[in-house]
Protein backbone atom coordinates (compact mmCIF):
# COMPACT_ATOMS: atom_id res chain seq x y z
CA UNK A 1 0.00 0.00 0.00
CA UNK A 2 3.08 2.24 0.66
CA UNK A 3 5.46 1.98 -2.33
CA UNK A 4 2.17 2.32 -4.93
CA UNK A 5 1.44 5.75 -3.33
CA UNK A 6 5.68 6.58 -2.89
CA UNK A 7 5.47 6.05 -6.61
CA UNK A 8 2.75 8.26 -7.37
CA UNK A 9 4.13 10.98 -5.65
CA UNK A 10 7.14 10.64 -7.32
CA UNK A 11 5.36 10.89 -10.64
CA UNK A 12 4.37 13.99 -9.41
CA UNK A 13 7.34 15.56 -8.07
CA UNK A 14 8.83 14.55 -11.67
CA UNK A 15 6.26 16.65 -13.37
CA UNK A 16 7.09 19.52 -10.41
CA UNK A 17 9.97 19.82 -11.30
CA UNK A 18 10.19 18.18 -15.18
CA UNK A 19 11.86 21.41 -16.61
CA UNK A 20 14.82 20.92 -15.10
CA UNK A 21 15.57 18.30 -17.14
CA UNK A 22 15.47 20.61 -20.11
CA UNK A 23 18.27 23.14 -18.34
CA UNK A 24 16.09 25.52 -16.94
CA UNK A 25 17.58 26.29 -13.91
CA UNK A 26 16.06 29.28 -11.87
CA UNK A 27 19.02 30.81 -12.04
CA UNK A 28 19.90 34.32 -10.40
CA UNK A 29 18.75 36.28 -13.26
CA UNK A 30 15.14 37.01 -12.96
CA UNK A 31 15.41 36.40 -9.23
CA UNK A 32 17.49 39.79 -8.81
CA UNK A 33 15.69 42.43 -6.07
CA UNK A 34 17.78 44.77 -7.49
CA UNK A 35 15.77 46.15 -10.21
CA UNK A 36 12.41 44.87 -9.05
CA UNK A 37 10.86 47.25 -6.75
CA UNK A 38 9.76 49.73 -10.15
CA UNK A 39 5.89 48.36 -9.55
CA UNK A 40 3.67 51.41 -9.74
CA UNK A 41 5.09 53.65 -12.07
CA UNK A 42 5.96 51.32 -14.85
CA UNK A 43 3.76 48.44 -14.70
CA UNK A 44 0.59 49.82 -17.13
CA UNK A 45 -1.54 46.29 -17.40
CA UNK A 46 -0.49 43.16 -15.54
CA UNK A 47 -0.85 40.07 -17.13
CA UNK A 48 -2.75 38.60 -14.18
CA UNK A 49 -6.12 38.99 -14.24
CA UNK A 50 -8.01 40.43 -10.83
CA UNK A 51 -11.50 39.02 -10.58
CA UNK A 52 -14.08 40.60 -7.89
CA UNK A 53 -16.58 38.65 -6.91
CA UNK A 54 -19.99 40.55 -5.44
CA UNK A 55 -22.27 37.70 -5.10
CA UNK A 56 -22.12 34.17 -4.61
CA UNK A 57 -23.06 33.58 -7.94
CA UNK A 58 -21.08 35.80 -10.69
CA UNK A 59 -18.58 34.94 -12.41
CA UNK A 60 -16.32 37.60 -11.26
CA UNK A 61 -15.36 40.99 -12.28
CA UNK A 62 -12.46 42.17 -13.26
CA UNK A 63 -10.51 45.39 -12.01
CA UNK A 64 -8.08 46.55 -14.40
CA UNK A 65 -5.09 48.71 -12.89
CA UNK A 66 -5.23 52.37 -13.51
CA UNK A 67 -9.16 52.69 -14.32
CA UNK A 68 -10.69 53.53 -11.45
CA UNK A 69 -14.18 53.40 -13.16
CA UNK A 70 -13.42 49.23 -13.11
CA UNK A 71 -13.52 49.63 -9.06
CA UNK A 72 -17.10 51.07 -9.18
CA UNK A 73 -18.05 48.73 -11.98
CA UNK A 74 -16.90 45.72 -10.13
CA UNK A 75 -18.18 47.27 -6.84
CA UNK A 76 -14.84 47.68 -4.58
CA UNK A 77 -15.71 48.45 -1.12
CA UNK A 78 -13.07 50.18 0.42
CA UNK A 79 -14.50 50.31 3.73
CA UNK A 80 -13.98 46.74 3.95
CA UNK A 81 -10.96 44.25 3.92
CA UNK A 82 -9.63 42.76 0.85
CA UNK A 83 -9.18 38.76 0.56
CA UNK A 84 -7.16 37.86 -2.23
CA UNK A 85 -7.13 34.10 -3.49
CA UNK A 86 -4.14 33.37 -5.04
CA UNK A 87 -3.64 30.16 -7.26
CA UNK A 88 -0.83 27.85 -7.55
CA UNK A 89 1.14 25.68 -10.14
CA UNK A 90 -1.42 24.29 -12.84
CA UNK A 91 -1.14 20.98 -14.83
CA UNK A 92 -3.75 21.24 -17.02
CA UNK A 93 -4.22 24.90 -17.40
CA UNK A 94 -7.49 25.25 -16.04
CA UNK A 95 -8.83 26.84 -12.66
CA UNK A 96 -9.41 24.42 -9.91
CA UNK A 97 -12.48 23.47 -7.90
CA UNK A 98 -11.33 24.88 -4.33
CA UNK A 99 -11.07 28.29 -5.91
CA UNK A 100 -15.07 28.11 -6.05
CA UNK A 101 -15.80 27.06 -3.03
CA UNK A 102 -13.18 29.48 -1.39
CA UNK A 103 -14.81 32.66 -3.00
CA UNK A 104 -18.08 31.09 -1.89
CA UNK A 105 -16.91 30.63 2.05
CA UNK A 106 -15.94 33.60 1.61
CA UNK A 107 -18.85 35.35 0.82
CA UNK A 108 -20.84 33.59 3.19
CA UNK A 109 -22.90 35.07 5.75
CA UNK A 110 -21.09 32.98 8.63
CA UNK A 111 -17.70 35.72 7.63
CA UNK A 112 -18.01 39.44 8.32
CA UNK A 113 -18.05 41.32 4.54
CA UNK A 114 -14.94 41.62 2.38
CA UNK A 115 -14.28 42.15 -0.87
CA UNK A 116 -13.09 38.97 -2.47
CA UNK A 117 -10.70 39.10 -5.54
CA UNK A 118 -8.91 36.14 -7.01
CA UNK A 119 -5.33 36.93 -8.67
CA UNK A 120 -5.81 34.86 -12.12
CA UNK A 121 -2.38 33.80 -13.44
CA UNK A 122 -3.28 30.52 -15.03
CA UNK A 123 -1.86 31.61 -18.55
CA UNK A 124 1.58 32.12 -16.35
CA UNK A 125 0.70 29.14 -14.31
CA UNK A 126 0.86 26.93 -16.96
CA UNK A 127 4.10 26.33 -17.96
CA UNK A 128 6.60 23.72 -16.35
CA UNK A 129 7.47 24.34 -13.38
CA UNK A 130 10.57 26.13 -13.09
CA UNK A 131 9.10 28.68 -15.43
CA UNK A 132 5.97 29.00 -13.26
CA UNK A 133 8.81 29.78 -10.56
CA UNK A 134 10.16 32.81 -12.19
CA UNK A 135 6.81 33.95 -13.45
CA UNK A 136 5.58 33.75 -9.79
CA UNK A 137 7.92 36.46 -9.39
CA UNK A 138 6.15 38.66 -11.88
CA UNK A 139 2.89 37.79 -10.62
CA UNK A 140 4.34 39.07 -7.25
CA UNK A 141 5.01 42.18 -8.61
CA UNK A 142 1.59 42.52 -10.47
CA UNK A 143 -0.14 42.34 -6.89
CA UNK A 144 2.01 44.71 -5.72
CA UNK A 145 1.10 47.03 -8.03
CA UNK A 146 -2.94 46.31 -7.78
CA UNK A 147 -2.48 46.92 -4.04
CA UNK A 148 -0.01 50.06 -4.50
CA UNK A 149 -2.47 51.63 -6.95
CA UNK A 150 -5.73 50.93 -4.48
CA UNK A 151 -3.72 52.73 -1.61
CA UNK A 152 -3.18 55.52 -3.86
CA UNK A 153 -5.92 55.79 -5.82
CA UNK A 154 -8.70 54.60 -2.91
CA UNK A 155 -6.71 55.39 0.46
CA UNK A 156 -7.33 51.54 0.45
CA UNK A 157 -4.46 50.75 3.10
CA UNK A 158 -2.30 47.43 2.35
CA UNK A 159 -2.56 46.64 6.21
CA UNK A 160 -6.30 45.87 5.49
CA UNK A 161 -5.28 43.34 2.56
CA UNK A 162 -4.98 39.57 3.21
CA UNK A 163 -3.72 37.21 0.43
CA UNK A 164 -4.43 33.75 1.07
CA UNK A 165 -2.14 31.86 -1.36
CA UNK A 166 -2.03 28.20 -2.28
CA UNK A 167 1.11 25.98 -3.56
CA UNK A 168 3.14 28.01 -5.56
CA UNK A 169 0.64 30.99 -5.21
CA UNK A 170 1.66 31.45 -1.34
CA UNK A 171 5.40 32.50 -2.40
CA UNK A 172 3.90 34.65 -5.17
CA UNK A 173 2.20 36.35 -1.98
CA UNK A 174 5.28 36.50 -0.42
CA UNK A 175 6.98 38.12 -3.30
CA UNK A 176 4.11 40.49 -3.10
CA UNK A 177 4.56 41.29 0.51
CA UNK A 178 8.29 41.79 -0.22
CA UNK A 179 7.37 43.84 -3.04
CA UNK A 180 5.55 45.97 -0.75
CA UNK A 181 7.36 46.19 2.65
CA UNK A 182 7.98 48.83 5.19
CA UNK A 183 5.34 51.16 6.29
CA UNK A 184 3.26 49.20 3.07
CA UNK A 185 3.50 45.68 4.70
CA UNK A 186 0.48 43.84 3.51
CA UNK A 187 -2.10 42.76 6.66
CA UNK A 188 -1.66 39.26 6.43
CA UNK A 189 -0.07 36.05 4.33
CA UNK A 190 -2.00 32.67 4.48
CA UNK A 191 -0.05 30.14 2.96
CA UNK A 192 -1.72 26.81 2.13
CA UNK A 193 0.57 24.06 1.77
CA UNK A 194 3.00 26.41 -0.14
CA UNK A 195 5.18 24.61 -2.72
CA UNK A 196 8.34 22.62 -1.50
CA UNK A 197 10.29 21.81 -5.03
CA UNK A 198 13.13 24.47 -5.10
CA UNK A 199 11.47 26.59 -1.72
CA UNK A 200 12.50 24.50 0.71
CA UNK A 201 15.71 25.66 2.77
CA UNK A 202 16.05 28.93 0.67
CA UNK A 203 16.82 32.42 1.67
CA UNK A 204 13.38 33.88 3.27
CA UNK A 205 14.00 36.44 0.56
CA UNK A 206 13.65 33.46 -2.36
CA UNK A 207 10.33 32.46 -0.57
CA UNK A 208 7.35 33.41 1.68
CA UNK A 209 8.78 34.51 5.26
CA UNK A 210 7.18 36.00 8.28
CA UNK A 211 8.44 39.17 7.15
CA UNK A 212 6.71 39.54 4.46
CA UNK A 213 3.55 40.64 5.95
CA UNK A 214 2.04 41.90 9.79
CA UNK A 215 1.25 38.80 10.27
CA UNK A 216 1.59 35.26 8.62
CA UNK A 217 0.45 32.03 8.71
CA UNK A 218 1.27 28.89 6.94
CA UNK A 219 -0.71 25.12 6.78
CA UNK A 220 1.60 21.97 6.06
CA UNK A 221 -0.70 19.50 4.83
CA UNK A 222 2.07 17.47 2.03
CA UNK A 223 5.65 17.25 3.02
CA UNK A 224 6.40 13.75 2.65
CA UNK A 225 9.59 13.16 1.29
CA UNK A 226 10.11 11.42 -1.22
CA UNK A 227 14.18 11.19 -2.77
CA UNK A 228 14.59 14.51 -0.49
CA UNK A 229 12.01 16.41 -1.92
CA UNK A 230 8.13 17.10 -0.75
CA UNK A 231 4.86 18.80 -2.39
CA UNK A 232 4.88 21.20 0.39
CA UNK A 233 7.16 22.68 1.99
CA UNK A 234 8.42 21.49 5.44
CA UNK A 235 10.35 23.69 7.34
CA UNK A 236 8.11 26.90 8.90
CA UNK A 237 7.58 30.05 7.04
CA UNK A 238 4.95 31.91 9.07
CA UNK A 239 4.71 33.45 12.25
CA UNK A 240 2.31 30.30 13.26
CA UNK A 241 2.82 26.93 11.14
CA UNK A 242 0.36 24.59 11.68
CA UNK A 243 1.18 20.88 10.72
CA UNK A 244 -2.05 18.65 10.70
CA UNK A 245 -2.06 14.97 11.65
CA UNK A 246 2.08 16.16 11.46
CA UNK A 247 1.35 17.65 8.33
CA UNK A 248 3.00 14.61 6.51
CA UNK A 249 -0.06 13.42 4.72
CA UNK A 250 -3.50 13.41 5.48
CA UNK A 251 -6.21 10.96 6.85
CA UNK A 252 -8.68 10.22 4.01
CA UNK A 253 -5.93 10.57 1.33
CA UNK A 254 -4.93 6.97 1.57
CA UNK A 255 -3.90 5.23 -1.64
CA UNK A 256 -6.72 2.72 -0.93
CA UNK A 257 -9.45 5.56 -1.94
CA UNK A 258 -7.10 5.69 -5.28
CA UNK A 259 -8.70 1.97 -6.46
CA UNK A 260 -12.15 3.53 -5.64
CA UNK A 261 -11.78 6.89 -7.49
CA UNK A 262 -9.64 5.51 -10.38
CA UNK A 263 -13.03 3.49 -10.76
CA UNK A 264 -14.76 6.35 -10.91
CA UNK A 265 -12.03 9.14 -12.72
CA UNK A 266 -9.56 6.87 -14.59
CA UNK A 267 -6.60 7.44 -14.48
CA UNK A 268 -6.95 11.56 -13.26
CA UNK A 269 -7.64 9.43 -10.00
CA UNK A 270 -3.98 9.71 -9.83
CA UNK A 271 -3.45 13.42 -9.60
CA UNK A 272 -6.71 13.56 -7.68
CA UNK A 273 -5.30 11.24 -5.27
CA UNK A 274 -1.79 13.14 -4.70
CA UNK A 275 -3.47 16.41 -4.87
CA UNK A 276 -5.62 15.15 -1.77
CA UNK A 277 -3.52 16.08 0.85
CA UNK A 278 -1.98 18.99 -0.85
CA UNK A 279 -5.10 20.87 -1.55
CA UNK A 280 -6.47 19.26 2.12
CA UNK A 281 -5.06 22.84 3.54
CA UNK A 282 -7.39 24.29 1.47
CA UNK A 283 -10.43 22.53 2.89
CA UNK A 284 -8.89 23.13 6.25
CA UNK A 285 -9.13 26.43 5.83
CA UNK A 286 -12.34 27.14 4.13
CA UNK A 287 -14.00 24.54 7.37
CA UNK A 288 -12.80 27.18 9.49
CA UNK A 289 -15.11 29.29 7.45
CA UNK A 290 -17.88 27.52 7.14
CA UNK A 291 -18.22 25.69 11.46
CA UNK A 292 -17.25 28.53 13.10
CA UNK A 293 -18.48 26.74 16.11
CA UNK A 294 -16.55 24.42 15.51
CA UNK A 295 -12.70 25.58 15.09
CA UNK A 296 -9.97 23.63 15.25
CA UNK A 297 -7.18 24.44 18.32
CA UNK A 298 -3.66 23.98 17.07
CA UNK A 299 -1.11 23.10 19.75
CA UNK A 300 2.88 24.06 19.83
CA UNK A 301 4.94 21.85 20.33
CA UNK A 302 8.36 20.81 19.08
CA UNK A 303 7.46 17.48 16.58
CA UNK A 304 4.67 14.89 15.98
CA UNK A 305 6.61 12.84 18.67
CA UNK A 306 5.90 14.52 21.50
CA UNK A 307 1.96 15.71 20.49
CA UNK A 308 1.38 12.01 20.34
CA UNK A 309 2.49 11.33 23.97
CA UNK A 310 0.13 14.04 24.43
CA UNK A 311 3.03 16.18 26.01
CA UNK A 312 1.88 19.59 24.38
CA UNK A 313 -1.46 20.51 25.01
CA UNK A 314 -1.10 23.45 26.99
CA UNK A 315 -2.64 26.81 26.12
CA UNK A 316 -1.21 29.16 28.68
CA UNK A 317 1.03 31.63 27.24
CA UNK A 318 -0.24 31.26 24.08
CA UNK A 319 0.97 28.22 23.62
CA UNK A 320 -2.12 27.19 21.27
CA UNK A 321 -3.99 28.81 19.02
CA UNK A 322 -6.80 28.43 15.98
CA UNK A 323 -6.64 27.11 13.02
CA UNK A 324 -8.04 28.88 9.51
CA UNK A 325 -9.32 32.16 9.23
CA UNK A 326 -10.12 32.81 12.50
CA UNK A 327 -6.29 32.48 14.05
CA UNK A 328 -5.25 34.93 16.97
CA UNK A 329 -2.97 37.20 15.30
CA UNK A 330 -0.63 37.24 18.42
CA UNK A 331 2.59 36.54 17.86
CA UNK A 332 4.57 39.04 15.19
CA UNK A 333 8.23 38.05 16.40
CA UNK A 334 10.69 36.52 13.60
CA UNK A 335 10.64 33.00 14.82
CA UNK A 336 8.27 30.99 13.58
CA UNK A 337 5.97 28.77 16.05
CA UNK A 338 5.14 24.88 14.69
CA UNK A 339 1.70 24.08 15.72
CA UNK A 340 0.08 20.00 15.64
CA UNK A 341 -3.04 19.03 15.96
CA UNK A 342 -5.04 15.92 14.72
CA UNK A 343 -8.01 16.33 12.26
CA UNK A 344 -11.04 14.41 10.70
CA UNK A 345 -10.90 13.01 7.56
CA UNK A 346 -13.48 15.24 6.04
CA UNK A 347 -15.64 18.44 6.81
CA UNK A 348 -15.83 19.59 9.59
CA UNK A 349 -12.52 18.12 10.64
CA UNK A 350 -12.18 19.57 14.26
CA UNK A 351 -11.34 16.70 16.46
CA UNK A 352 -11.21 16.69 20.26
CA UNK A 353 -7.32 16.06 21.95
CA UNK A 354 -6.67 14.49 25.01
CA UNK A 355 -4.11 13.64 27.09
CA UNK A 356 -3.98 10.53 29.02
CA UNK A 357 -1.63 9.38 31.71
CA UNK A 358 -1.56 6.02 33.25
CA UNK A 359 0.05 4.98 36.45
CA UNK A 360 0.70 1.78 37.13
CA UNK A 361 1.96 -0.01 40.61
CA UNK A 362 2.78 -3.69 39.58
CA UNK A 363 5.47 -5.91 40.89
CA UNK A 364 4.92 -8.36 37.86
CA UNK A 365 7.66 -7.49 35.09
CA UNK A 366 5.23 -7.19 31.62
CA UNK A 367 7.70 -7.81 28.52
CA UNK A 368 5.64 -7.36 24.83
CA UNK A 369 2.94 -4.64 24.19
CA UNK A 370 -0.40 -5.12 26.14
CA UNK A 371 -3.04 -3.93 24.79
CA UNK A 372 -5.87 -2.34 25.92
CA UNK A 373 -9.51 -0.34 25.19
CA UNK A 374 -10.51 2.32 26.90
CA UNK A 375 -14.63 3.35 26.82
CA UNK A 376 -14.93 6.97 27.76
CA UNK A 377 -18.30 8.42 29.05
CA UNK A 378 -19.26 12.19 28.64
CA UNK A 379 -21.84 13.80 29.64
CA UNK A 380 -23.00 14.28 25.99
CA UNK A 381 -21.79 11.36 24.42
CA UNK A 382 -19.84 8.07 24.93
CA UNK A 383 -17.61 6.40 23.08
CA UNK A 384 -17.00 2.66 23.27
CA UNK A 385 -13.70 0.48 23.06
CA UNK A 386 -11.03 2.77 21.60
CA UNK A 387 -7.84 0.63 21.45
CA UNK A 388 -4.50 1.93 23.41
CA UNK A 389 -1.36 0.49 23.08
CA UNK A 390 1.57 1.71 25.94
CA UNK A 391 4.51 1.20 23.67
CA UNK A 392 6.79 -1.07 25.47
CA UNK A 393 6.20 -3.50 28.47
CA UNK A 394 4.76 -1.77 31.87
CA UNK A 395 7.12 -1.45 34.48
CA UNK A 396 5.92 -0.44 37.78
CA UNK A 397 5.22 3.02 39.50
CA UNK A 398 5.54 4.40 35.83
CA UNK A 399 3.20 7.00 34.17
CA UNK A 400 2.30 6.02 30.41
CA UNK A 401 1.63 9.47 28.74
CA UNK A 402 -0.31 9.35 25.29
CA UNK A 403 -2.42 11.71 23.40
CA UNK A 404 -6.20 10.24 22.32
CA UNK A 405 -8.14 11.99 19.83
CA UNK A 406 -12.17 11.50 19.57
CA UNK A 407 -14.00 12.57 16.64
CA UNK A 408 -16.84 13.94 18.44
CA UNK A 409 -17.11 15.97 21.42
CA UNK A 410 -18.42 13.79 24.27
CA UNK A 411 -18.75 16.77 26.71
CA UNK A 412 -17.01 16.42 29.98
CA UNK A 413 -15.57 13.13 30.56
CA UNK A 414 -17.61 11.42 33.88
CA UNK A 415 -16.37 8.00 33.63
CA UNK A 416 -13.46 5.86 32.28
CA UNK A 417 -13.79 1.72 31.65
CA UNK A 418 -10.65 0.58 31.19
CA UNK A 419 -10.33 -3.24 29.60
CA UNK A 420 -7.44 -5.36 29.57
CA UNK A 421 -7.27 -6.65 25.90
CA UNK A 422 -8.09 -10.67 25.40
CA UNK A 423 -4.68 -11.87 24.38
CA UNK A 424 -3.13 -15.40 24.33
CA UNK A 425 0.38 -14.27 25.47
CA UNK A 426 -1.24 -12.53 27.94
CA UNK A 427 -3.26 -14.99 29.66
CA UNK A 428 -0.46 -17.41 29.16
CA UNK A 429 1.92 -15.51 31.22
CA UNK A 430 -1.54 -14.67 33.73
CA UNK A 431 -1.41 -18.24 34.49
CA UNK A 432 2.22 -18.80 35.39
CA UNK A 433 2.11 -15.97 37.74
CA UNK A 434 -0.87 -17.74 39.37
CA UNK A 435 0.28 -20.82 39.16
CA UNK A 436 3.73 -19.90 40.84
CA UNK A 437 1.26 -17.87 43.71
CA UNK A 438 -0.87 -20.55 45.27
CA UNK A 439 1.64 -21.08 48.70
CA UNK A 440 0.69 -17.50 50.35
CA UNK A 441 -1.87 -17.52 52.37
CA UNK A 442 -3.64 -14.56 50.98
CA UNK A 443 -2.27 -14.95 47.58
CA UNK A 444 -1.47 -11.16 47.39
CA UNK A 445 -0.30 -11.49 43.51
CA UNK A 446 1.03 -8.91 42.30
CA UNK A 447 -0.46 -8.37 38.78
CA UNK A 448 -1.16 -5.03 36.64
CA UNK A 449 -2.77 -2.54 38.44
CA UNK A 450 -3.40 0.76 36.94
CA UNK A 451 -3.51 3.00 39.67
CA UNK A 452 -4.81 6.65 37.84
CA UNK A 453 -6.07 8.18 35.17
CA UNK A 454 -5.06 11.58 34.61
CA UNK A 455 -6.99 13.48 31.68
CA UNK A 456 -5.86 16.88 30.15
CA UNK A 457 -8.59 17.74 27.54
CA UNK A 458 -6.99 20.72 25.07
CA UNK A 459 -9.73 21.91 24.30
CA UNK A 460 -11.29 23.02 27.65
CA UNK A 461 -7.61 23.03 29.28
CA UNK A 462 -9.95 20.87 31.77
CA UNK A 463 -7.63 18.53 34.29
CA UNK A 464 -9.22 15.34 35.85
CA UNK A 465 -7.60 12.49 37.64
CA UNK A 466 -9.99 9.46 38.20
CA UNK A 467 -9.52 6.54 40.22
CA UNK A 468 -10.50 3.25 40.56
CA UNK A 469 -14.55 2.90 41.49
CA UNK A 470 -13.88 -0.14 43.33
CA UNK A 471 -11.02 0.30 45.62
CA UNK A 472 -11.24 -3.13 46.84
CA UNK A 473 -10.29 -4.65 44.12
CA UNK A 474 -7.68 -2.80 41.85
CA UNK A 475 -6.11 -5.95 40.33
CA UNK A 476 -6.98 -5.90 36.02
CA UNK A 477 -6.51 -9.51 34.98
CA UNK A 478 -6.74 -10.20 31.54
CA UNK A 479 -9.90 -9.67 29.41
CA UNK A 480 -11.23 -7.57 32.34
CA UNK A 481 -12.33 -4.52 32.43
CA UNK A 482 -12.32 -1.75 35.15
CA UNK A 483 -13.94 1.39 36.24
CA UNK A 484 -12.57 4.62 37.32
CA UNK A 485 -14.57 7.91 38.28
CA UNK A 486 -13.50 11.14 39.35
CA UNK A 487 -11.18 10.88 42.32
CA UNK A 488 -13.35 13.19 44.73
CA UNK A 489 -16.36 10.98 43.48
CA UNK A 490 -14.33 8.04 44.67
CA UNK A 491 -12.97 9.03 48.33
CA UNK A 492 -16.11 10.23 48.84
CA UNK A 493 -17.47 7.06 48.39
CA UNK A 494 -14.60 5.18 50.45
CA UNK A 495 -14.92 8.21 53.46
CA UNK A 496 -18.82 6.72 53.61
CA UNK A 497 -17.46 3.18 53.73
CA UNK A 498 -15.48 3.26 56.04
CA UNK A 499 -17.43 5.45 58.57
C1 LIG B 1 -19.51 49.21 2.12
O1 LIG B 1 -19.45 48.49 3.31
C2 LIG B 1 -19.97 49.17 4.44
C3 LIG B 1 -19.66 48.35 5.66
O2 LIG B 1 -20.21 47.08 5.57
C4 LIG B 1 -21.44 49.39 4.22
O3 LIG B 1 -22.00 50.09 5.32
C5 LIG B 1 -21.67 50.16 2.94
O4 LIG B 1 -23.05 50.25 2.66
C6 LIG B 1 -20.96 49.49 1.77
N1 LIG B 1 -21.02 50.35 0.61
C7 LIG B 1 -21.56 49.97 -0.52
C8 LIG B 1 -21.55 50.93 -1.62
O5 LIG B 1 -22.04 48.85 -0.66
C1 LIG C 1 5.95 1.64 43.60
O1 LIG C 1 5.33 2.50 44.54
C2 LIG C 1 4.92 1.86 45.73
C3 LIG C 1 4.21 2.88 46.61
O2 LIG C 1 3.65 3.87 45.87
C4 LIG C 1 6.10 1.27 46.44
O3 LIG C 1 5.68 0.57 47.58
C5 LIG C 1 6.83 0.30 45.51
O4 LIG C 1 7.99 -0.18 46.10
C6 LIG C 1 7.17 0.99 44.19
N1 LIG C 1 7.71 0.02 43.29
C7 LIG C 1 8.83 0.20 42.59
C8 LIG C 1 9.28 -0.96 41.76
O5 LIG C 1 9.46 1.22 42.62
Same mark, same amino acid.
Given at each position: ?????????? #??????????????????????????????????????????????????? +? #???????????????????????????????????????? =?????????????????DWITLAHQQYTIAIRKS???? +??????????????????????????????????????? @???????????? #??????????????????????????????????????? =????????????????GTFQPGCHFLELYKDIA?????????????????? =?????????????????? #???? @??????????????????????????????????????????????????? +??? $?????????????????????????????? $???????????????????????????????????????????????????????????????????? @???????????????????QLHPTQEKTFVRCEISS????????
Amino acid at each position: MESPLCVSIF #LVLCIFILSSAHGQSPGPEPFGRSHAVETGETLQETETRFLLFEDKTDKGC +Q #LQLHHADTLQQCGFNASLPLVMIIHGWSFDGLLENWIWQM =VDALKSPLVQPVNVVLADWITLAHQQYTIAIRKSRLVG +QEVAALLQWLEESAQFSPSNVHLIGYSLGAHVSGFAGNY @MGGKHKIGRITA #LDAAGPLFEGTAPSERLSPDDANFVDAIHTFTREHMGLS =VGIKQPIAHYDFYPNGGTFQPGCHFLELYKDIAKYGLNAITKTIKCAHVRS =VHLFIDSLLHPSMQSTAY #LCSD @MDSFSQGLCLSCRKSRCNTLGYHVRQEHRGKKSRKLFLVTRAQAPFKAYHY +QFK $IQFINQMETPGKPTFTMSLLGTKEEMQKVP $ITLGEGITSNKTYSFLLTLDLDIGELVMIKFKWDNSAVWTNVWNTVQIIIPWGREPHYSGLVPKSIRV @MSGETQQRTTFCPENVDDLQLHPTQEKTFVRCEISSKKLKRKNR
